[in-house]
């Protein structure tokens, strides 16, 4: 069964740090380019960072480069996001996923607030 789990978020203050985990069944996972993409409130959802089946080849949207970092452990079947000095604007729900797209998880909230 294809299932892609994320976990992770939850409340931080701007400044704070937190690590996005998605964990991935069911897929040739060592094998796929992966992604993490996020959802605010009342906007469409948009590719945040995406790495490649070896980890070798990593992009960022301009909004987080040098802020986020994605990483990957293929015998776990795990990938990351870790996100540092974060900012209101990142408040959203963040889910990973491969490429080419399948079904959607459920997604981790993540709320930047003072």
């Known amino acids: 069964q294809v299932q892609l789990v994320e976990s992770g978020g939850g409340l931080v203050q701007p400044g704070g740090s937190l690590r996005l985990s998605c964990a991935a069944s069911g897929i040739a996972f060592s094998i796929l380019t992966m992604r993490w993409y996020r959802q605010a409130p009342g906007k469409q959802r948009e590719l945040v960072a995406q790495i490649s089946s070896s980890g070798d080849t990593i992009y960022y949207v301009d909004s987080v480069r040098g802020r986020f970092t994605i990483s990957r452990d293929n015998a776990k079947n795990v990938v990351y996001l870790q996100m540092d000095s974060l900012k209101r604007e990142d408040t959203a729900v963040y889910y990973c996923?491969?490429?080419?797209?399948?079904?959607w998880g459920q997604g981790t909230q993540v709320t930047v607030s003072s």
């Open positions: 996923n491969r490429v080419p797209v399948i079904r």
